[in-house]
Structures are given as C-alpha cells and as structure tokens.
C-alpha cells in the first residue's frame, strides 16, 4: 500500500502554510495513479518520489526524482511540496544537502534545524528547507492578456501599483504578477475560476501572484489557482522564486537581498516564505519551516 505523508510548508505550525502530499516511494505507481492520489488527497499538490536518474550528482542516497501532481493535472515544479518533502526526508536521514531532479530541471535543496546547537544537529527546534530554483525569466504580458485577467479577478486597472509593472515571471513554473495598490484590494479576492483558468491554460501560467508591497523587502502575496482544481494557494514556492526573479528584472531590490513574503493570512493559513536573490547568480532561493501534519 502507497504510505501518503501530509506536511505543510512554510510554516512551523500544522495549521499554518500550505499542506502538500508526499510520497517517498511512489516507484509503483504511473502517471494515472499519482493523479489519482493527488487528486484523493485534494491538497494544491502532492510530491511523488522514485530513483535518481544516473549523474545527478547528489551525495549518496540524498537524490531523488521528483514529480508534482495538482488534483487536475501534473505541473513542472512545486515549491511547498518541495520543502514539505525535503523536512520529511530530513526528519527519516537528518538535515543536510538533497537534489531533485523534476520536471522542470535540477532542484538543490538544504535543509537545516533550526534552534541547532550549533553544530547543524537538532537541538529542539523544527526543520527548515530552502531551494535553489532552476533559472528564471521575466517576460512581458501582452495588453488583451492583461485586461483579460483583470476582467476575471474583477481588478479595475486603477486598483494595480502603477510601481509594480505587470509580468510573466518563471523560476521552474510560470505566474503572472500583478501588483495590488492597497492591502484591501488583496484581501478582497473573489474571481471568475472558469474564465481565468481558460486565460491561465491560454498562456501555459500555474498561479497568478497578487502582490502587495508592504515596506522595502517585505510583501504580501496570494495565488489563485484555478487550473489546479483549488481556488487558491496558501503559500506559493514557485511563485515566490519566479516573484523575486521579477523583483531582481524590474530592479525593486538591490542584487543582493532578501525579502519576506506572506502569505495565506486571508485564509486562515498564514505562512512566512523567505525570498534571497544573490549578486551574480541568476538563481533565486526560497526557504521556509515545516511541520508534518498529524
């Protein structure tokens, strides 16, 4: 019987981020029984583990492939149940370095314990997983696309942050993001799933990232995901990556920063995901907590 783990990530409380499956030997089960689980479970999506592929050059019996399964449909990358799975496999071989080979290419992955005593061993604390994503790139949104997602969230263009230029952002999967001008407008999310998942699948994006800038390095984030099967996302690795790819573009932040993203506060599920961009290297790394959900 396939043993499914529930873990949420970007948060050390249960209750808080954002839940994913995992599983750590998914090597019986295809592509229909992987879909089947994901969609079972009815998490944003669940993480399938089998062997390595030869040269993937992880330190011995710390690499795995990695695929991701929304209740609809498989997607390239996913952020929270890559650090989910990385804080399982930490809690079963300890913290240290992991690679994943995904769809969407090689994923490094460092987990650590937090409240260490200081000699990188558990002294009491939780676990926390940050990726390194593949590269990114930040393209433009054509004018109809944009109006035609606007028309969907039922945003009047007046309500976008004219200091927050609407892009096209991949670090593994691809999201539109659109600046909001207040927190109320964030807050106040309530759109038309079937027409904005047509635009969505139209312009191969996986979430939207509605982003309110709240001081210097920090944000406020949300991420309709229509084209998962789930209304929205409570907390967004994938998302996270490709938003500071776009911050790094539109020259938001120096070369070097890091900014805090938070995320799921509206539902409930609130989450704090870490966002560092580095000098001279084109790609972004995402850290947060995680907890196994009883």
């Known amino acids: 019987m396939t043993e499914i783990l529930r873990y949420t990530a970007f948060s050390a409380d249960p209750e808080g981020g954002n839940p994913a499956g995992v599983v750590l030997d998914a090597s019986g089960l295809d592509e229909a029984g992987m879909l089947a689980v994901a969609a079972g479970l009815g998490y944003s999506e669940t993480a399938f583990l089998t062997a390595p592929p030869a040269g ?3 330190p011995e019996g710390r690499g795995f492939t990695v695929r991701y399964f929304s209740p609809k449909a498989e997607v390239p990358f996913c952020g929270h149940a ?3 799975t990385a804080v399982a496999l930490a ?3 300890g913290p240290g370095e992991l690679v994943f080979a995904t769809p969407a290419g090689t994923v490094p992955v460092s987990v650590t314990a937090t409240g260490t005593d200081g000699d990188g061993t558990d002294g009491g604390g939780g676990l926390r997983a940050t990726l390194t994503s593949v590269e990114p790139y930040v393209e433009e949104v054509g004018a109809d696309d944009l109006a035609e997602a606007l028309a ?3 945003w009047p263009e007046a309500d976008l942050d004219p200091e927050l230029a609407p892009r096209i952002a991949y670090a593994g999967a691809r999201h539109l993001v659109l600046g909001a001008a207040t927190r109320a407008r964030l807050a ?3 759109y038309d ?3 904005l998942e047509a635009l969505m699948r139209r312009l191969d994006l996986t979430t939207l990232q509605l982003v309110y800038r709240a001081g210097r390095d920090v944000f406020h984030v949300r991420d309709p995901f229509p084209v998962g099967g789930v209304v929205e996302d409570p907390a967004t690795g994938a998302a996270a990556a490709a938003f500071g790819a776009y911050a ?8 070097d920063a890091v900014l805090t993203l938070h995320q799921g506060e509206d539902m409930g599920r609130p989450g704090v995901l870490t966002v560092e961009l580095r000098a001279g290297d084109p790609r972004v790394r995402v850290g947060g907590a995680g907890a196994r959900i009883v």
């Open 152 to 154: 969907a969230l039922g």
């Open 56 to 58: 993937l050059g992880a």
């Open 188 to 190: 106040d999310l309530a």
């Open 193 to 195: 799933f079937a027409r």
């Open 91 to 93: 809690e079963r071989i």
């Open 248 to 255: 790094r573009e539109l020259r938001l932040v120096p070369a």
């Open 82 to 84: 890559t650090v989910a």
